[in-house]
């Protein structure tokens, strides 16, 4: 059973910081592009960033690029958001995702596998 699990939501002030975390289970999570997706109220679920399999390769969405950073550690079977900078509007739940192309995140279709989310509110 492949599990995703993120943590370190939580509340924070505009201009602070929150570091997420999402570890694998079930999968051989160094086959896997690693990808973080978020979710607004009232609007549709967005890419954020995808990581490739060996970490080499990153991208992010236009809106986050210079704030957060993603990495994973495939020791622990797990995959890191780093935000910095944090606005209001960066508010929503963020979700984990796998699949075993980055292209896959990239252009929208949906990933083979999802974590459950995790909020992150900011305060202005």
């Known amino acids: 059973q492949v599990q995703l699990v993120e943590s370190g939501g939580g509340l924070v002030q505009a201009g602070g910081s929150l570091r997420l975390s999402c570890e694998a289970s079930g999968i051989t999570f160094s086959n896997y592009a690693m990808g973080w997706f978020r979710q607004a109220p009232y609007k549709e679920r967005e890419f954020v960033t995808v990581i490739s399999w060996g970490g080499s390769n990153t991208f992010y969405a236009d809106s986050v690029k210079g704030r957060f950073t993603t990495s994973r550690d495939n020791t622990k079977d797990t995959v890191y958001l780093q935000m910095n900078s944090l606005k209001p509007e960066d508010t929503a739940v963020y979700y984990c995702?796998?699949?075993?192309?980055?292209?896959?995140?990239?252009?929208?279709?949906?990933?083979?596998?999802w974590g459950q989310g995790t909020q992150v509110t900011v305060s202005s």
């Open positions: 995702a796998a699949d075993d192309a980055v292209a896959t995140m990239l252009n929208g279709d949906a990933p083979d596998y």
